[in-house]
């Protein structure tokens, strides 16, 4: 349980470090905003830093004396079926939430605010959102499979 919080919990640790630094460097008469408006980057990228361990095997337990016999001089990794689709699934997805989050740090940092039609959120913060519960639902899926 407090493994969970702590894990899921980053994104909010990350969102009070950047308004922290943010209070630390505004300037003494309040002329600089405090307004977290690069948070959907960060969020993004706490999606994308629970997706890394993913893509590493988990142990299975040891394999059976007939494999072994078979392959005597070779060093083999076994991977369960279930545990290869995810990582394949994190790769992809680390990828392609790369390049969102990429794209987000653009949208940001001109200051677009592009809206998706009948959805009253900023496409930075759908980025954002999609790619940690994209995280969140390929760490819990791990510690199942």
Sequence with gaps: MLKRFLLYGFPLY??????FVKFLLAGADGSDSLAISST???I???GLSLL?????PKPVPEMSEAVRKQY???KITIIGQADQHLINSAWIFIFVIAAL???SLYLNEKHIESVL???H????WIIGLASYIVGVVHTEIKEVV
């Design 14 to 19: 990350l969102l009070c470090i950047e308004y």
């Design 40 to 42: 959907a980057p960060t």
């Design 44 to 46: 993004a990228a706490a």
């Design 52 to 56: 890394m361990p993913i893509v590493i």
């Design 72 to 74: 005597p001089d070779k």
């Design 101 to 103: 989050w990429g794209y």
């Design 117 to 119: 039609p009948g959805i």
């Design 121 to 124: 959120l900023r496409a930075t």
